[in-house]
C-alpha cells in the first residue's frame, strides 16, 4: 500500500469515526443535528477534556458533511505534525468555508481550550490580517477568515485525539490521550505588526507582556549576569525552533534562574506564565506543576540584540519542561515571532507512544 493510498484510508477511517459520532441527520436538515450534549462526557473525569472534546463535536456537527470531511483526519496522521506560522494552504476548514454555526461553535473550541488571556490574543492576531491587508501593497492576500481547524481521531473519553488551529502567526497543538496530561505545544502566537501604527487600531499591541516583560528582565541584569545571559550583540533573526527544527536547541544556554536575584527569579518565572496561561486555566497549572517538579532553577534565560526599545532584539527561556522563544526583528522591530515548546510533549507524541505501548490499538 502506497503511503499516499494509506493516509487517504486513515483519513476516510478517521472521518467515518467522527461521523458516526454525531447524531443522524433528520430527513430535510441541511445539516447534521447538535452532538451529544456535555455529559455524555463526564466519564473523561476531567472539565477540560469534556469541555474541549464536546466542543470539537459541536463543531463537526455545525458543518455540512462534505465539509466536515475535510476537517477530520486520523491520529496518527502525518498532518498533524505538519505545523507552520506563515501564510500558505492548509488542510482542514478556515472560518471562511464554515456555516455560521460553525464559526460560533470553532470560537467555542477556542475558548475551551484557552484562557480568556489566550483566547484574546489569538482573536487579536487573526484581525491583524485586516491591518496588513491595509497596510501591504498586496494586503489583498491577507484574511481573518483562512484561519483552519483540524480534528485528528474521534473526540471523546475512549481514545486519543486532538486538534489543531493554524493560519498566519498562529498556531494552537492540543493532543489528548486518555489516562495521560493533555499535550498543548507547539503553540505560536506572532504579531505583525507588533504595534500598529495607524487606523483604527493604532497603538494596539497583541503580545504586549510577552515584548515588556522579556526586556524587563533583560534589562534588570548586572554586568556580570550579562556576561551569560547576552548570548549575542544582534538579534538572532528568528526563532530557532520553529517547524522541524525543535531539537535544534538542545542544552539550555543562557543564566540560570537559580543565579538570578529573587527578584528576577520573580520576574523570569512571570514571564514562562504569560506564556503558559495562554492555555484554559487547569491546563496552565498543569504545565507549571510539572515545571516546578523538575526545578524551575534549572530554567536558563538568553538574550540577543540592544537591550533599548526600537531594536531588533530576541530571547529564549530553556529549562527541562520548556522551550519558549520570542523574536522581534522584522519590519525595523515591529514584528514577533514566539514559540512554546515542551521538548518531551510535542504533539504528545511520547504520550502516545506510551499509551499504544501498554495495549491500546492504533486508530
Known amino acids: 500500500m502506497t503511503g499516499l493510498t494509506r493516509r487517504r484510508l486513515l483519513h476516510g477511517l478517521a472521518a467515518g469515526a467522527a461521523a458516526g459520532a454525531l447524531p443522524r441527520p433528520v430527513h430535510g436538515q441541511s445539516s447534521p443535528a447538535a452532538p451529544p450534549p456535555a455529559p455524555a462526557l463526564a466519564e473523561v473525569g476531567d472539565a477540560p477534556r469534556a469541555a474541549m472534546a464536546g466542543a470539537a463535536l459541536a463543531l463537526l456537527g455545525a458543518l455540512p458533511a462534505e465539509t466536515r470531511r475535510h476537517a477530520v483526519f486520523a491520529i496518527g496522521d502525518t498532518e498533524r505534525l505538519d505545523w507552520h506560522y506563515i501564510p500558505r494552504r492548509r488542510a482542514g476548514v478556515p472560518f471562511k468555508d464554515m456555516p455560521a454555526a460553525g464559526r460560533a461553535a470553532a470560537h467555542e473550541l477556542l475558548k475551551a481550550s484557552l484562557s480568556a488571556v489566550g483566547y484574546g490574543k489569538a482573536v487579536g492576531i487573526m484581525r491583524l490580517e485586516e491591518v496588513?491587508?491595509?497596510?501591504?501593497?498586496?494586503?489583498?492576500?491577507?484574511?481573518?477568515?483562512?484561519?483552519?481547524?483540524?480534528?485528528?481521531?474521534?473526540?471523546?473519553?475512549?481514545?486519543?485525539?486532538?486538534?489543531?488551529?493554524?493560519?498566519?502567526?498562529?498556531?494552537?497543538?492540543?493532543?489528548?490521550?486518555?489516562?495521560?496530561?493533555?499535550?498543548?505545544?507547539?503553540?505560536?502566537?506572532?504579531?505583525?505588526?507588533?504595534?500598529?501604527?495607524?487606523?483604527?487600531?493604532?497603538?494596539?499591541?497583541?503580545?504586549?507582556?510577552?515584548?515588556?516583560?522579556?526586556?524587563?528582565?533583560?534589562?534588570?541584569?548586572?554586568?556580570?549576569?550579562?556576561?551569560?545571559?547576552?548570548?549575542?550583540?544582534?538579534?538572532?533573526?528568528?526563532?530557532?525552533?520553529?517547524?522541524?527544527?525543535?531539537?535544534?536547541?538542545?542544552?539550555?544556554?543562557?543564566?540560570?534562574?537559580?543565579?538570578?536575584?529573587?527578584?528576577?527569579?520573580?520576574?523570569?518565572?512571570?514571564?514562562?506564565?504569560?506564556?503558559?496561561?495562554?492555555?484554559?486555566?487547569?491546563?496552565?497549572?498543569?504545565?507549571?506543576?510539572?515545571?516546578?517538579?523538575?526545578?524551575?532553577?534549572?530554567i536558563c534565560f538568553a538574550w540577543a540584540g540592544p537591550l533599548e526599545p526600537g531594536k531588533p532584539h530576541y530571547y529564549r527561556l530553556h529549562g527541562p519542561t520548556l522551550l519558549i522563544e520570542y523574536d522581534n526583528t522584522q519590519n525595523d522591530a515591529n514584528h514577533i515571532h514566539s514559540v512554546w515548546h515542551d521538548p518531551t510533549r510535542d504533539f504528545g507524541l511520547d504520550l502516545l507512544k506510551a499509551h499504544y505501548d501498554h495495549g491500546h490499538h492504533h486508530a
Do not use: C
Open 132 to 298: 496588513l491587508r491595509r497596510l501591504e501593497t498586496f494586503g489583498l492576500m491577507r484574511d481573518p477568515d483562512n484561519y483552519a481547524f483540524t480534528v485528528f481521531g474521534n473526540p471523546g473519553p475512549s481514545g486519543a485525539w486532538g486538534w489543531r488551529v493554524e493560519g498566519h502567526h498562529l498556531s494552537l497543538n492540543f493532543t489528548l490521550v486518555p489516562g495521560r496530561p493533555v499535550a498543548m505545544t507547539p503553540a505560536f502566537f506572532g504579531a505583525n505588526p507588533a504595534e500598529v501604527p495607524s487606523g483604527p487600531q493604532k497603538g494596539q499591541r497583541v503580545l504586549a507582556a510577552e515584548q515588556d516583560l522579556g526586556r524587563a528582565l533583560a534589562r534588570s541584569l548586572s554586568d556580570p549576569q550579562r556576561a551569560r545571559g547576552v548570548i549575542a550583540a544582534q538579534s538572532l533573526g528568528d526563532i530557532v525552533s520553529g517547524p522541524g527544527r525543535a531539537d535544534r536547541l538542545a542544552a539550555p544556554t543562557g543564566l540560570a534562574v537559580s543565579d538570578m536575584t529573587g527578584d528576577q527569579r520573580t520576574q523570569a518565572l512571570r514571564l514562562v506564565e504569560e506564556y503558559v496561561r495562554n492555555m484554559r486555566g487547569e491546563l496552565a497549572e498543569q504545565e507549571l506543576a510539572r515545571m516546578r517538579q523538575a526545578g524551575p532553577e534549572l
